[in-house]
Structure formats: C-alpha cells, structure tokens
C-alpha cells in the first residue's frame, strides 16, 4: 500500500511538472516578437511540443507577419526556415488530436503564409475538418466560417465540402447573428447556393446590418464582394454597405478603397459622396504610394476623378515607375487611361516597350482586354499590334470555347489594317450553333466591319461571308424561339446592341418578350426597361404590364430604379391606360425616400418628370436651392465626363422648363452662360437637307428676307426655320423689323434672345417655327410615334407664341414628295395650314 502511494505521488508530481513546463512553454510562445524567437523555443523543445503548442506556434507566425506592413512581410524566410517544416511535420502528425477551432486556426495560419495548397499538411487539415463536419462535430459558426473561407482562399469553389457548408448554414442560417461569421460564410458558399437561399441570405445580411452597432467596413465589403460572385445588384444592400463604408472614412486606405471601386464597377453601382470622400483622401497621402502595386491602385481609384494637377502628377510618376508594374498592374493603368479618356503618348510608349517583354504572361481574356485599350488609346506601336494579332490568332485556333472566341473576333475586327484570314470565318461558323446572343452579335458585327473596309480579299470569301452571316441569322432566330425563361433572355440581352441585332432580331425579340409577358415582375422590370431604352421601341403591351407591375409592387422597387422605370415612359413619349395613377404612384415613392437619392440623380428625376409634365414642389423646391447645386457643383467635380455632361444638360432642361411650365415656382432662368458655351463648341454647318428646305421656302415665301434659318429662341431652343406671316397670311420681312439675317454656312449667336429683346409680331400675326425631324426623333418601331423630348420642344414652343410646324423625315423623303413640285405644295399647305 505504501509503494502504490508513493508511486502515486512520483507520477503526481511528474504531471504537474510537465504541466507547469506545458503552460510556460506555452506562455514563451504567446510572449515571441520575432519569428526567429518562436523558431528558437521549437528548436529547443521538440519532443515536448503537443498538438496545441504547434498550433499556437503557427498561428504566431502567421500573427506576427500580420502586424507588419505588407511590404515589409517576410513570409519566404518564415516557408524556407528548416524548423518551419518541423512544425509542419509535426502538426501533421498530431492532427487527429487537435481542438477543432486549433485544425482550423492551423490551416488559415499557413494559407496566409503563402504555403502552397497542395502541401501535405493543407491536405491533411481540410481532410480532418471534413470528417468532423460529416461527424457533425465541428459546429462551431466561428470556426466554421474561418473553415469555408480557407477553402474559399484554396478555390475550391464547386467541392462536396463547401456544399455541405452551405447546408449546414441552410439549416441553421437563423442561429446566425454575427454580420462577420455570415459575410464570410455568404463569399465561401456563393457558388454553390440556389436562387431562394441567395434570397435568404440578403435577408439575413440586411436584418443585421439594420442592428445597432458598429459594422467594420470589412464585413459590408464582403457582402458586396458576396453580391459580385452571384452577379446581383441589389439596391438596399448596396446602399446599406455604402453607408457604412462613409461612416468608416477615417479607417480606409488605398488598398479598401481600389477594392471597393472595383467591386462598385462590377456592379453597376456609383456613390458621389463616397467618390468625393475617397478623393480628398487619397489626394492627401498622395506622396505615401511610391512602390508598384499601392500606386497602380492609386492610379485606378484616383486618376478618373483627379483635378489637372494631381493628374499630371499621377502620369508622370507612372512613366517613371513603368518598367517596376506587373503584367497585372500593366493592364490596370491602361484600363483606367481608357476611362480617363487620357491618351499621353508618353506614357503610353512607356507602357507599350513594357508590353513588347510581357503579351506571354497574359491569358486569353487579357490579351483581349489589352488590345482593346491599346486600340482605343490609339496607341501606334505597330509591332506591338503584330505581337497581340500573332498570339490572338493562336488563342483563336486552338479556342474550343464559343465565348473566347467570340471575344477574340471582336478585338481582332479592332485592330488597325487587320487582313482576315479564312480560317476565322471557318473557326466562326463552327462555334456559332453554341453562341450566346451577346456571342452572335459580336461576331456578326466584326464580319460586317470587315466586309463594309473590304478586308476579305480570298478567293470566295463573299460567298463564305454570305452563309456565315446566314447562320448567324439563324442560330439568332432559334436561340430567340427556344427562349423560355425572361431573366435568362434579360441576362443575354444586357450588352446587345448594334446594327446588326437592331436590323435582323429587333422585332423577333419583342415578340418574344411580348410571348414572356407574364414573367414579368416587379425583380425584372428594370432589365426590361433597359433593354426597351435601349431598342428605342415604343411596346404598349410591355410598357402597360411594367407600369401594372411598377405600381403593385412599388414598396418592393428601389427610388433609383424608379427613375430608370420613368425614363422608359418620359424618354419614348407612351402614356399606360393608368397614366395618372402610374406616375402619381411613382412620384409619391419617390417624395417619400429623396434623402436616399444621390444629389445628381435628383437633377436627372426632376428631368424625366418635367419631360412627362410633372414638377413636384417638395422636389422642384428641394432642386433649386442654393446649398443643394453647392452640393451638386462638388460632386460633379468627381464623376465622369458623360454622366457630368448628362447633369448638366438635364439641369438646364429643367430650369427651362420650370420657367416656362411653372412660373409660380419664381424660379430665375440662370442657364444663359451655360448654354451660350454649348452653342458656341457645338456650332456646325447647315446639312444640305436643310439648305434645300430654305431655297424652298424661300421660293415660296418671295425671298430670302422673309425667313431665318438656325435660330435660337428664348431659352436657347434651336430651330431649323423661322417665319412671320400676317393676320392675311402674307410673310414678313425680317429686314422691315431690323432683326439681323442668320447666315445660311452656320448659326449666329444673337445677343436678342431674351423675352424683353424680341420684337413682338403685329397684332393678329403668326410666328411660325419650322422644324425637320430626323429618325432620332422618333421611336424605331412601325408606329413613329414622336418621342419626348420633340414633344416637349413642340410644348416650350407653343408657350413662346410660335406656330409649330414638323416635317417629319419620313414624309418629306417619301415617294408621295418625289419631285421638287410635290415638296413645294407640301412646304405650302404646312406654312399656310391648308387642307
């Protein structure tokens, strides 16, 4: 008994040594600053490290780089170093005894440390995990999460464990209440989810983004790269995520703020305070971005909306750091030269010797992309175009993917003195049967382009011109008449457009659309609307089920995508059967959600209604208010040129119209300077049409005193010909009115052309306005019905005392007016209004 005892307090002692040696190993590990320091105490204590030291012991490795800058990480010395590998070896050995959130901290410990994936000890960490999960052992959302993010981060998107992830989050997904643990989860699984569980998910992310707190920007990042994977652009998450990118200003840098921008892009998404925000900040460290990789992202968040100077700053220390950029970091520049519109020569040549050493680093679809800028930046390395035509043809050849090579024919159609070869007209026709419609269009339209330059020199290559373009027709037709499902045709449709689909598909895909009708819902009405925007077709039974579903559902539809609904209708001149209910539905949304608008979009709305005939106070009031354009001039400061340029003309067209239509709002007409500088830049000759009408009229009026031709109005209205006839009917002369003649060659800018300096016209005279319409003023369908803005001229017109007479192009250049004389009676009965 007394040997059993003391045996008893020998191994006592001996576990309680171990176990004080156990925690101060442990504690040594925990207290490391350097790796050299953690490699030294596994070096000394091998035999006695257990499954939770070596995973501490990763986890501090990976900690320690962690802190660090990220040029400053040293993670090749911490790979190569001999007693990495030991701890490797030894984890891989005792993981079977390893605490789940240990596996997990483990494998995310050396995936950011760059270990490759196919390293036995990855393999080893993610096969034990798995077996936990289908034991139903690792159930932890913590540890879960970190799990899916580490095979996210291995791209194993589409594997059985992430499905059984996805499940395990399925039916557990209410348990979840942490905005960390599901934005992780939501970019893991994304892949591999169903339609109605992606829905469930947003559902989920928007009740806790609502919840109280403080939401780090990276979560609301990652909802939006959640978003980019399933490519949706959801409206209320998008603006919840920006909300909280703006309120965590102060923690952003370049690398946040390049990311968000790109994953706005990829969207469709923009925010004005958010650009102006990231501007002021990355315009104040400016000088803090001197290697490659921070300052090609400088480049792509900065350069679009930088002021002169700090452009110039931005391309010239780019030339300078040319040859430092990646292949990658090439493209990133040239993609946002493209969309600076900046084609510095200098820099350009820069790029393009850089290039000449890098074409074998890009694949397929950045070759693509990379001959596409160099084309539009005009670039004129002439070799280097031969390089990127050598290594396309190449893709083109050995390209078994109808979408690859779609693209390929594309940019090839692009470059300069292309000679076609007839192995691309065959290579076309094989993969046509397989192509999308977005597919079919780019290939119809490069073979249109090669055949209107005569670039097709082969013996029959009409003849092969001829049946590809046949069977390009065909599969159209037939992918049309197969459609079945409305989202799925929307999706193909987005970046249709071109002669070729306007003039072959057009009316086949109304039809369509027509036969899908009852798809239509309150989540497609505004790819619907796009698409009809785009087409310029004036549809009555899609445009009344639009606005029959716009106002059952319009809880349901975002404000900014109401603006684009309204647009269909303002744009394409069309009134539903419900006109009054649909717009006063929209309008009263609108009214109640403007503070969720941007500042420009309030501009561009108040357009589309005035086009329509509407003017909100609370948004007409809301608009013309000094501290709103304060507002509105410095975000303009940082959008891009067209959407600038779109504000600005909308604006004007507004205040005119609200002066004019609105004169209780006693809102001032300050527009004048604005539009005397567009004139002024915009001043063109007169279009032999129009000087042909002019000779006309002037034979019928007896000379060429009698009417004005380019004339600018109050309000700065453009119209082709003027006129003034008496209560008798007879003209009169300009000249008798001491009004100066417009020159026939161009338009004069009168100094005249307010209210109070025009000569009124006797009592009982007209002043007529004439004006030729062209196909732009109207809808291309069979209808040519007169779109808004001609009809909202034709109005302002009116209101100004003139007689409006249109002519419209497809009247006068019909076989009715063939003949001068028929042209001559047609001019007379329009100006004299006689039957």
């Given at each position: 008994m007394l040997c059993l005892r003391q045996i008893c307090l020998f191994t006592l002692r001996r576990y309680q040594a171990r176990t004080l040696c156990s925690d101060l190993l442990l504690s040594q590990i925990n207290g490391c600053t350097h790796e050299d320091e953690v490699f030294s105490l596994v070096g000394r204590n091998k035999a006695r490290l257990s499954e939770k030291h070596v995973g501490i012991a990763l986890n501090m490795l990976w900690q320690l780089q962690k802190k660090r800058p990220f040029l400053l990480r040293t993670s090749d010395y911490v790979r190569n170093h001999s007693q990495f590998l030991t701890l490797c070896i030894l984890a891989e050995n005792k993981v079977e005894h390893m605490e789940d959130e240990v596996i997990v901290d483990t494998l995310y410990s050396i995936l950011r440390l760059n270990v490759e994936d196919h390293v036995s000890l990855a393999k080893v960490l993610v096969t034990e995990a798995w077996k936990r999960l289908e034991r139903q052992v690792l159930l932890s959302f913590p540890a879960l999460s970190k799990f899916a993010l580490c095979l996210y981060?291995?791209?194993?998107?589409?594997?059985?464990?992430?499905?059984?992830?996805?499940?395990?989050?399925?039916?557990?997904?209410?348990?979840?209440?942490?905005?960390?643990?599901?934005?992780?989860?939501?970019?893991?699984?994304?892949?591999?989810?169903?339609?109605?569980?992606?829905?469930?998910?947003?559902?989920?992310?928007?009740?806790?983004?609502?919840?109280?707190?403080?939401?780090?920007?990276?979560?609301?990042?990652?909802?939006?790269?959640?978003?980019?994977?399933?490519?949706?652009?959801?409206?209320?998450?998008?603006?919840?995520?920006?909300?909280?990118?703006?309120?965590?200003?102060?923690?952003?840098?370049?690398?946040?703020?390049?990311?968000?921008?790109?994953?706005?892009?990829?969207?469709?998404?923009?925010?004005?305070?958010?650009?102006?925000?990231?501007?002021?900040?990355?315009?104040?460290?400016?000088?803090?971005?001197?290697?490659?990789?921070?300052?090609?992202?400088?480049?792509?968040?900065?350069?679009?909306?930088?002021g002169s100077k700090v452009r110039e700053r931005l391309l010239v220390t780019a030339a300078h750091m040319a040859e430092e950029f990646s292949s990658q970091q090439v493209l990133m520049i040239l993609k946002t030269m493209q969309k600076m519109k900046c084609r510095n020569s200098h820099l350009l040549k820069k790029m393009a010797s850089v290039l000449h050493e890098r074409l074998d680093?890009?694949?397929?679809?950045?070759?693509?992309?990379?001959?596409?800028?160099?084309?539009?930046?005009?670039?004129?390395?002439?070799?280097?175009?031969?390089?990127?035509k050598m290594l396309l043809l190449g893709y083109l050849k050995s390209s078994v993917i109808p979408a690859d090579t779609a693209a390929i024919i594309r940019v090839l159609a692009m470059l300069p003195s292309f000679q076609v070869e007839e192995m691309i007209i065959n290579k076309a026709a094989a993969v046509v049967p397989q192509c999308s419609?977005?597919?079919?269009?780019?290939?119809?339209?490069?073979?249109?382009?090669?055949?209107?330059?005569?670039?097709?020199?082969?013996?029959?290559?009409?003849?092969?011109?001829?049946?590809?373009?046949?069977?390009?027709?065909?599969?159209?037709?037939?992918?049309?008449?197969?459609?079945?499902?409305?989202?799925?045709?929307?999706?193909?449709?987005?970046?249709?457009?071109?002669?070729?689909?306007?003039?072959?598909?057009?009316?086949?895909?109304?039809?369509?659309?027509?036969?899908?009708?009852?798809?239509?819902?309150?989540?497609?009405?505004?790819?619907?609307?796009?698409?009809?925007?785009?087409?310029?077709?004036?549809?009555?039974?899609?445009?009344?089920?639009?606005?029959?579903?716009?106002?059952?559902?319009?809880?349901?539809?975002?404000?900014?995508?109401?603006?684009?609904?309204?647009?269909?209708?303002?744009?394409?001149?069309?009134?539903?059967?419900?006109?009054?209910?649909?717009?006063?539905?929209?309008?009263?949304?609108?009214t109640c959600n403007l503070s969720r608008l941007e500042t420009y979009h309030l501009v561009l709305l108040g357009h589309v209604l005035a086009m329509a005939g509407?003017?909100?106070?609370?948004?007409?009031?809301?608009?013309?208010?000094?501290?709103?354009?304060?507002?509105?001039?410095?975000?303009?400061?940082?959008?891009?040129?067209?959407?600038?340029?779109?504000?600005?003309?909308?604006?004007?067209?507004?205040?005119r119209a609200v002066c004019l239509e609105c004169p209780e709002f006693h809102i001032p007409w300050f527009h004048e300077p604005y539009c005397q500088r567009v004139f002024h830049n915009s001043m063109s000759q007169i279009n032999p049409q129009r000087q042909h009408i002019h000779r006309m009229l002037t034979e019928i009026l007896g000379g060429s005193h009698y009417s004005r031709i380019s004339v600018l109005t109050p309000y700065y209205y453009e119209i082709d010909f003027e006129c003034v006839l008496d209560v008798n009917k007879k003209p009169l002369s300009y000249m008798g009115q001491n009004i100066p003649l417009d020159g026939v060659g161009g338009i004069h800018l009168r100094h005249d052309i307010k209210d109070e300096g025009r000569k009124a016209p006797p009592p009982g005279a007209q002043r007529i306005a004439l004006e030729f319409l062209d196909s732009k003023a109207f809808s291309k369908d069979y209808s040519r019905h007169l779109k808004g803005e001609a009809a909202v001229k034709k109005r302002h017109l009116e209101m100004l005392g003139y007689r409006v007479v249109q002519i419209p192009h497809f009247e006068w250049n019909s076989m009715v007016l063939s003949t001068k004389g028929e042209q001559l009676e047609y001019l007379r009965q329009q100006l004299y209004g006689i039957q």
């Open positions: 981060k291995q791209h194993r998107h589409f594997c059985p464990i992430i499905g059984q992830v996805a499940h395990i989050v399925d039916t557990k997904l209410d348990s979840i209440q942490d905005i960390r643990i599901l934005s992780v989860l939501m970019i893991s699984i994304s892949d591999v989810i169903t339609e109605s569980f992606r829905d469930r998910l947003l559902h989920k992310a928007e009740q806790l983004l609502e919840e109280k707190g403080e939401v780090h920007f990276n979560y609301a990042r990652r909802i939006l790269q959640f978003l980019q994977n399933v490519k949706l652009r959801y409206h209320p998450l998008l603006e919840k995520c920006n909300r909280i990118f703006l309120a965590s200003a102060s923690q952003l840098d370049i690398h946040s703020i390049s990311h968000i921008f790109g994953l706005y892009e990829q969207l469709g998404f923009d925010n004005a305070e958010f650009r102006l925000i990231a501007k002021q900040l990355l315009s104040e460290t400016i000088d803090d971005y001197y290697d490659p990789e921070t300052f090609a992202k400088l480049f792509f968040a900065l350069g679009p909306m930088a680093s890009y694949h397929v679809l950045q070759l693509v992309k990379l001959t596409q800028y160099l084309v539009v930046l005009h670039c004129q390395d002439l070799e280097l175009f031969a390089k990127l419609l977005h597919h079919l269009n780019c290939i119809a339209t490069a073979l249109v382009k090669w055949n209107h330059h005569g670039q097709l020199h082969w013996q029959n290559s009409s003849e092969l011109c001829a049946k590809l373009l046949q069977k390009l027709n065909d599969c159209g037709f037939q992918r049309l008449q197969k459609a079945n499902n409305l989202n799925l045709l929307l999706e193909e449709l987005t970046y249709v457009n071109g002669e070729w689909f306007e003039e072959v598909l057009n009316e086949e895909t109304m039809a369509m659309c027509q036969h899908l009708i009852d798809q239509i819902t309150w989540a497609n009405v505004l790819p619907l609307s796009f698409f009809l925007i785009k087409s310029d077709h004036r549809c009555p039974a899609l445009f009344d089920r639009i606005a029959s579903v716009t106002v059952a559902n319009m809880d349901k539809i975002p404000p900014s995508e109401i603006y684009f609904i309204l647009f269909l209708f303002s744009a394409l001149n069309y009134d539903p059967p419900d006109n009054e209910e649909f717009f006063k539905s929209c309008i009263q949304h609108l509407y003017f909100p106070p609370v948004l007409i009031t809301t608009i013309f208010n000094v501290s709103f354009l304060s507002k509105l001039d410095a975000q303009l400061k940082v959008l891009p040129d067209t959407v600038k340029q779109r504000v600005h003309s909308s604006l004007m067209k507004l205040n």
